[in-house]
Structure formats: structure tokens, C-alpha cells
């Protein structure tokens, strides 16, 4: 299943592809305040479908995730890393930007992220 995704006003958009059945509410200092729900994937999954000059990155405690964000408009679609047991590149997709998924019928695990 392919989904289309972007950030509020459409500089940032991305294709991806994947079954999303589950997402993370994470409590992070980030997370917290951003609201956004996470699912995760190979970066193999993921297609900028924008450029990637259009983006903003912020990182912060370790600086492992590569948080990126929309300088207009502010939102956070996505974040990029490497899986910490399998060194594997990895995407954290904000699953509110893709449209078409109806969040209602996500199993949302909470995640404490505040304590790592």
C-alpha cells in the first residue's frame, strides 16, 4: 500500500510504503509537544517526493534522529535514524500527515520516552 503524505502546506511530501496498523505516542520532551503519533519503517519505505533542501533537521539529547520539519509552515512529517540493535536506516513517519489513514482505527501503544 502506497500513502501520500506531506506537512501542512506541501513543501515537504513523501510517499510511503506500508501497511499502517499501529502508531507510538511517545511522551519525549519532543514528542510531548509536537502531538505527533509515530509509525515506523525501513528508510527503504520512504520516498521525498520534494526536495530535501526544503526541509529543516533538529536534533537534540544524542542527536541520533534527525527530526525534520517544514521551515513555513512548522510541521514535522518525519524523522530519520538508524535502528539501534540492527544499525539498519530507519524512518519515524508522523502518521497525523498522512491523510488518507483513518487514526481511529490505529492500535496507539503508549511509549516513555521521558525516562530513556
Known amino acids: 500500500m502506497t500513502h501520500h503524505g506531506s506537512c501542512h502546506c506541501g513543501r515537504i511530501a513523501f510517499d510511503l510504503q506500508g ?10 520532551s519532543m ?7 509515530l509509525a515506523f519503517f525501513p528508510r527503504s519505505a520512504f520516498t521525498l517526493t520534494t526536495p530535501d533542501a526544503d526541509g529543516a533537521t533538529y536534533r537534540f539529547n544524542k542527536g541520533h534522529i534527525a527530526h525534520r520539519f517544514c521551515p513555513v509552515c512548522g510541521v514535522a512529517p518525519y524523522s530519520e535514524g538508524t535502528h539501534p540493535k540492527t544499525g539498519e536506516a530507519i524512518v519515524a513517519i508522523n502518521v497525523r500527515c498522512l491523510p488518507e489513514v483513518d ?4 492500535a496507539v501503544k503508549p511509549v516513555d520516552g521521558a525516562s530513556l
Do not use: F, K, P, Y
Open 19 to 28: 501497511q499502517i496498523t499501529e502508531a507510538m505516542d511517545c511522551n519525549c
Open 31 to 37: 514528542c510531548r509537544r509536537r502531538g505527533g503519533l
Open 103 to 106: 487514526l481511529a482505527t490505529l
